[in-house]
Each structure stands twice: as C-alpha cells, then as structure tokens.
C-alpha cells in the first residue's frame, strides 16, 4: 500500500519536496525562509497557507484572521532576522462569501504588514469550497548573513523571546476568550534585525513548539542542547501541569535562537530596550536534547505539533 501523507507526517514529506527542488541558486534547506543572494545583498523569501477548518477556531473574526494570516508569514521573516519588504496575500472562497468579510480580512492583513513596517503587494483571489489564504513574503538582509538553523556552536547560548504557552491556553481549555490573544501575535520582526546584527548565531520561531524546534536547530547545527525549564518563560495563565504540555504545542511565534555567550547579556538587554522579554534557558553542549526541571535530568522527546500526523 502506498504511504500516505498521515503516514509520513509533515517534516518528511517537507524533506522529500526539498531534496527533489534542490537548485545551485537558491538555499530551500529546512529554514524558516529559502535564501537567495541578490548583488551581495541576502532576500528570504516563504510561503504560508492556512484554512478555516484547521487554522481558525470558532470565534475568529475577518480581521483577525486577516491579522494571523499576515502574522504567521512575517514571522518567518523575523526568524531569519530579515526587513520584511512586502506580503503577497491570495486567497480562495465559497462564491457566497459576503463583501464584508474579505474586506475585513485585508484589513486585518493591512494592520499586520503595518505594524511589521511592510506592506500589502499583491495577491490573488479564486473560488473554492472552503476559506484558504495564502500569504506570501520578501524580506532583505543588507549586510551579514540571515540567521539560519545551522550557524549555532557548542558553547553558545540557547535563548527565546517573550513568553511560552500564550497558544497552549486556547489549546488546553478551548474558551473562546483566548482566540483572539492565540491568533493577534506580534511578529518579532524588529528582534530578529537585533538579533541578526548582534551576531546570533541561529534562530527559529517557535510555530511546532518549543520542544520540536529545539531538535531543529540541534540537528541543523549538529550540537546538542541542555535546557533549564526552571527559567523558562512560560504565560502566567499556565498551571504546573500544563507548562510541560506547552513545550510540545505550536503556536507561540515566538523566536527561539542562540548567541555566543559572550554576548548573551548584550542580547537581552538590546530585546528588552526594544520593550520585549527574554530568556536564556540553555547551552549548546554534549548530543541530543536534555531538559532539567527541580534539579532532575531527562531527554526532551522530540515531539510537537506536525501536519497530517493523527
């Protein structure tokens, strides 16, 4: 019997598209954004597509969903600590959509793109059975190279922004209070041009979890991580029990990256003057994932959320 896509699961269907559109001129390796050199100059580019019936909860107005669909793009330009230049948004509807929605869904991509400091460029519209965007970005690195997955080294210090769980709270309890603060993030655009022109040396935005995008980057980098739970970041909303399960829930879009420790303090003083927390919750050392919470070790699974997987 053929394998189909829940067999394989997200990131190695993901792997297979790569190997067999791999090109001499472009990087379209397991980053947040493929990479392509431009007169010495570095633009990122990706793609997102989010559908009503596995991306939007009961209760997410037009311009919200305009807002995540804009936000989950931009921040895949914010992890490669790129200037987003533009947002191309196409999007697929039932023939009996009124006006107003699609009107309020550009609004809230507007607002989005607004608050990234880039703009709205282009799009397309098509008819179909069910509500999909498709949101597409350019952004620019002018001097340096774009934070990857790969550029971390043994000894440099695993870090995120902000706050984790802030999405495991919808995902928990399911009130419909918590929709708007799960899908209304903040792209971390401005951090990861701090970042980026600090010197960190490798990054990812916490969509499949915290747990999950570790491994990411300690395959990508070929190191290992330790991590210390105790001093993570976690939403206060968050019971005991559930700050574990938050590890392994996408949806964060905060950004998890890592700077030599030399410049560790420098990173978290420049975030927090840009009016964002952050944290140091790690090093890269030794093989594999470990985590340390009350003074025990164990390994970290590498678990999180992936399409097409049960």
């Given at each position: 019997m053929a394998k189909t896509l829940r067999d394989a699961g997200e990131q190695a269907v993901v792997r297979r598209l790569v190997a067999l559109s791999e090109s001499s001129r472009a990087t379209p390796v397991m980053d947040d954004c493929a990479v392509i050199r431009a007169g010495g100059k570095h633009l990122v580019l990706t793609t997102d597509i989010l559908a009503a019936s596995t991306h939007f909860p009961?209760?997410?107005?037009?311009?919200?969903?305009?807002?995540?669909?804009?936000?989950?793009?931009?921040?895949?330009?914010?992890?490669?600590?790129?200037?987003?230049?533009?947002?191309?948004?196409?999007?697929?509807?039932?023939?009996?959509?009124?006006v107003k929605i699609v009107e309020g869904v550009m609004r809230?991509?507007?607002?989005?793109?607004?608050?990234?400091?880039?703009?709205?460029?282009?799009?397309?519209?098509?008819?179909?059975?069910?509500?999909?965007?498709?949101?597409?970005?350019?952004?620019?690195?002018?001097?340096?190279r774009p934070l990857m997955r790969s550029g971390c080294r043994k000894g440099d210090m695993l870090c995120h922004t902000g706050k984790i769980g802030r999405a495991a709270l919808w995902q928990l309890r399911g009130k419909r209070s918590l929709v708007e603060p799960?899908?209304?993030?903040?792209?971390?655009?401005?951090?990861?041009?701090?970042?980026?022109?600090?010197?960190?040396?490798?990054?990812?935005?916490?969509?499949?979890?915290?747990?999950?995008?570790?491994?990411?980057?300690?395959?990508?980098?070929?190191?290992?991580?330790?991590?210390?739970?105790?001093?993570?970041?976690?939403?206060?909303?968050?019971?005991?029990?559930?700050?574990?399960?938050?590890?392994?829930?996408?949806?964060?879009?905060?950004?998890?990256?890592?700077?030599?420790?030399?410049?560790?303090?420098?990173?978290?003083?420049?975030?927090?003057?840009?009016?964002?927390?952050?944290?140091v919750i790690g090093e890269a050392k030794g093989k594999g994932v470990m985590a340390e919470a009350e003074g025990k070790a164990r390994k970290l699974p590498k678990d999180g959320y992936e399409h097409f997987k049960s």
């Amino acid at each position: 019997m053929a394998k189909t896509l829940r067999d394989a699961g997200e990131q190695a269907v993901v792997r297979r598209l790569v190997a067999l559109s791999e090109s001499s001129r472009a990087t379209p390796v397991m980053d947040d954004c493929a990479v392509i050199r431009a007169g010495g100059k570095h633009l990122v580019l990706t793609t997102d597509i989010l559908a009503a019936s596995t991306h939007f909860p009961e209760g997410a107005g037009p311009e919200l969903i305009g807002w995540h669909s804009a936000a989950v793009t931009f921040s895949d330009v914010a992890a490669m600590g790129a200037r987003p230049l533009g947002l191309l948004l196409a999007l697929s509807m039932p023939h009996d959509t009124e006006v107003k929605i699609v009107e309020g869904v550009m609004r809230g991509a507007k607002l989005c793109a607004d608050s990234c400091g880039s703009h709205i460029v282009g799009g397309d519209t098509k008819e179909g059975k069910e509500f999909v965007a498709c949101t597409s970005a350019l952004g620019i690195v002018e001097s340096g190279r774009p934070l990857m997955r790969s550029g971390c080294r043994k000894g440099d210090m695993l870090c995120h922004t902000g706050k984790i769980g802030r999405a495991a709270l919808w995902q928990l309890r399911g009130k419909r209070s918590l929709v708007e603060p799960m899908l209304r993030f903040q792209p971390r655009v401005g951090e990861g041009m701090a970042l980026q022109a600090l010197g960190a040396t490798s990054c990812i935005d916490l969509s499949d979890g915290l747990a999950l995008s570790t491994h990411y980057l300690a395959e990508a980098s070929g190191v290992g991580f330790g991590i210390d739970l105790d001093v993570m970041g976690f939403h206060e909303g968050l019971r005991r029990g559930e700050k574990e399960k938050a590890l392994y829930l996408g949806g964060d879009y905060e950004l998890l990256f890592t700077v030599p420790r030399a410049k560790a303090h420098a990173a978290i003083e420049e975030l927090m003057a840009l009016g964002t927390e952050a944290h140091v919750i790690g090093e890269a050392k030794g093989k594999g994932v470990m985590a340390e919470a009350e003074g025990k070790a164990r390994k970290l699974p590498k678990d999180g959320y992936e399409h097409f997987k049960s």
